[in-house]
């Protein structure tokens, strides 16, 4: 099935500089985040949210209120018409050393063996280097949500300014995807 990887803060919501979302309240949603998981959900993509979320490992977020902060995201992402099918997170630090802290790849890789993921039409939206890294090493087509352009040159296939633009562009390309498919007669319907 055709698949979006979504990192979660600068994305969906609002990047807490040098903090984390520590409650429900400090949650805030980017402006078009809701409408644009809705158009992602209406064009049939299975949307997974991998987020690095070391606040856990530093006990300044309980797994607790973490869970409770998602199931919330979800019930506002639901009433705006749109879908999340399954959320991994890493609770750990860069000096825990484990295998699934972005940029490595370790929850892209657990989320391809729990889901069946077209190994095509798989895309990844983030807002850092290490997002497009974790997606660039599972073959996704990724974007950098940026309001400027990246100093560094990880490589991203986009950079646009928000989730929104990110989600018009994924869809116009599954789209042509679509389209090559069915002038080679190698179409195998999901
Ligand atoms: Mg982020
Ligand atoms: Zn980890």
């Known amino acids: 099935m055709k698949t979006v990887f979504l990192d979660r803060d ?8 040098g903090d984390y979302v520590k409650s429900w309240s400090e949650f805030e ?5 809701i409408p644009a998981i809705r158009y992602l959900s209406q064009a049939d993509c299975r949307l997974i949210i991998v987020t690095n979320q ?24 639901e009433n705006g018409g749109g879908r999340i099918d399954a959320i991994y997170y890493c609770p750990h630090r860069d000096e825990d050393n484990c295998r699934c802290r972005k940029p490595k790849p370790g929850l892209l890789e657990q989320a391809i063996r729990e889901h069946t993921i077209d190994p ?13 890294v974790a997606g660039q090493a599972v073959g996704c087509k990724t974007c950098l949500v940026a309001n400027s352009q990246p100093v560094e040159d ?7 300014p ?29």
């Not at 994305?11 to 807490?16: A, D, K, P, Q």
């Not at 949603?29 to 985040?33: M, S």
């Not at 869809?171 to 999901?190: A, M, Q």
Request: hydrophobic share 40%.
């Open 154 to 160: 990880a490589g991203p296939d986009q950079i646009l």
């Open 29 to 33: 949603f980017l402006p078009t985040a």
């Open 120 to 132: 095509i039409n798989r895309f990844l939206v983030g807002d850092s280097l290490r997002d497009i």
């Open 162 to 190: 928000d989730l929104l633009a990110a989600a018009s562009w994924i869809i116009s390309t599954l789209d042509r995807l679509g389209e090559s498919e069915n002038r080679g007669n190698t179409h195998k319907p999901e």
């Open 54 to 77: 070391a606040g856990v490992s530093k006990g300044i977020v309980s797994p607790e209120v973490l869970e409770t902060i998602h199931q919330k995201m979800v019930v506002e992402i």
């Open 10 to 17: 600068g994305v969906i919501n609002r990047l807490r500089q």
